[in-house]
């Protein structure tokens, strides 16, 4: 009886790096959409994954504005970007 080599490629997974960010929130675009400050200085527009939300003009637009407002306005958080 011979054996063959078995190979799991899932278990290469938790070896990737995956390159997170650090920011603080510096505005509200709509409900899915901020931009942070980075620690250079700059801002960049994160558009927040697999989220859906009214845009400013439509129904329920500025709730969800005020909502995400709420939840994130000047904090310092931690983003991984995405495709």
């Known amino acids: ?7 799991f490629t899932f ?3 938790p070896f990737f790096s995956y390159s997170q ?5 510096v505005a509200i675009k709509d409900g899915d ?9 700059t801002q960049q527009t994160l558009r927040l994954a ?3 939300c009214p845009e400013s003009g439509q129904a329920f637009g500025k709730n969800v504005k005020q909502f995400t ?3 994130v306005f000047g904090m310092e ?5 995405t495709d």
């Open 1 to 7: 009886m011979t054996f063959k080599p078995i190979y």
């Open 11 to 13: 278990l290469l997974i």
């Open 33 to 41: 959409t901020i931009v942070v400050l980075l620690n250079d200085k």
């Open 77 to 81: 958080i931690t983003f991984e970007e």
């Open 50 to 52: 697999e989220v859906d």
């Open 21 to 25: 960010t650090t920011a603080k929130v």
């Open 69 to 71: 407002s709420d939840a």
